[in-house]
């Protein structure tokens, strides 16, 4: 029997808004602007410290380009016409609101080759962008994007956080290697799927990898549609803030949910302090056990850990 409280550990919080944001048509880039800032406004008014946006936020300006033309060709000038607009627009909200939001995704250009891009922002720092490393059959045949190789860490403030897009974080594998070897404790994770079944996949993948590496996990999805533009007729999501499932936690390893396939913010607290206390002293040391269980995941992409802290300065063109 135990008769003495665990040793205290020093508090390390951070309120987290996911987006699950209503996609709709649009006719100028300042009518996407105001639709995002809105969002901003409602995280900003919950003095939210990270507001995570769904995956292909910036697909919404493909409203812009018409209805002519192959979707990928279509993408393609969204990621040329766009993507500085895209930066300047978060850059702007990050800095006024104060506040690190995690956009996203936007097609990016690698050189020739098209990436769909997650890029975080912050304060007066220059972003970090993470491209998805795994493809669904639509993006490889119908956009033609290409995957990433390589993961971003962030050294914020409360702690360690990454993002996994969609996808990716149906593959256990980025997380462990996230997590093992890296140190993230929160991982959040942008989607967008056109049905339930999708929306299930992603969500329930998501509160998986908060379960077996004891972290926090962060989904926020798109709902709505653009008319008559190819993959975006019809969007559903029902985001959801995960943490592990023990005594210190919500019972069912869930923070908050959102209502199904409407617009709205969910918002939740959540200390990575407790992470290290249930890692030591909970009801099972998954964590822990996996760093010496057998099944070790190699990592051929480079990890790139980046501090970003209030207060700091990075000059334009540094990282």
């Known amino acids: 029997m135990r008769f003495s409280a665990p040793t205290p550990v020093m508090s390390r ?25 809105s969002y901003v406004y409602v995280g ?29 060709d279509l993408m393609r000038r969204v990621a040329l016409e766009h993507a500085d607009a895209f930066d300047a627009l978060f850059t702007r909200l990050a800095t006024e609101y104060e506040r690190i939001i995690v956009a996203g995704t936007m097609p990016r250009f690698d050189g020739k080759r098209l990436l769909n891009v997650a890029s975080v922002y912050f304060p007066g720092l220059e972003p970090l962008h993470q491209a998805k490393l795994h493809l669904t059959p639509a993006e490889r045949t119908v956009w033609n994007f290409s995957p990433g190789r390589d993961l971003v860490v962030v050294d914020a403030d409360f702690g360690k956080f990454a993002v996994a897009i969609c996808y990716d974080v149906q593959f256990p594998e980025v997380v462990k290697v996230l997590c093992n070897h890296h140190g993230v404790q ?10 339930r079944r999708g929306s299930c996949r992603v969500n329930t993948c998501s509160q998986a990898r908060a379960i077996e590496n004891q972290i926090y996990t962060v ?45 709205q913010v969910i918002v939740a607290d959540l200390d990575l302090a407790m992470l290290d206390r249930a890692r030591k002293h909970g009801s099972v040391h998954s964590f822990l056990d996996s760093q010496n269980d057998t099944l070790h995941t190699r990592f051929d992409g480079e990890v790139r850990t980046v501090g970003r802290h209030v207060g700091q300065r990075v000059p334009p063109g540094a990282s």
């Open 13 to 37: 919080p951070v309120r987290v808004c996911s987006v699950q944001y209503a996609l709709r048509a649009i006719s100028s880039f300042d009518d996407f602007a105001r639709f995002v800032e």
């Open 219 to 263: 989904t926020a999805g798109m709902v709505g549609s653009l008319p008559l533009v190819t993959y975006f007729t019809s969007q559903f999501a029902q985001s959801g803030i995960y943490t592990p499932s023990d005594f210190a936690f919500p019972v069912d390893g869930i923070a908050t949910v959102a209502a199904a396939n409407v617009g």
């Open 186 to 195: 929160l991982v959040v994770v942008p989607y967008m799927t056109d049905d």
């Open 44 to 72: 900003d008014d919950y003095d939210a410290d990270l507001i995570v946006f769904p995956e292909l936020l910036g697909a919404q300006l493909l409203g812009l380009m018409g209805t002519e033309g192959e979707p990928a």
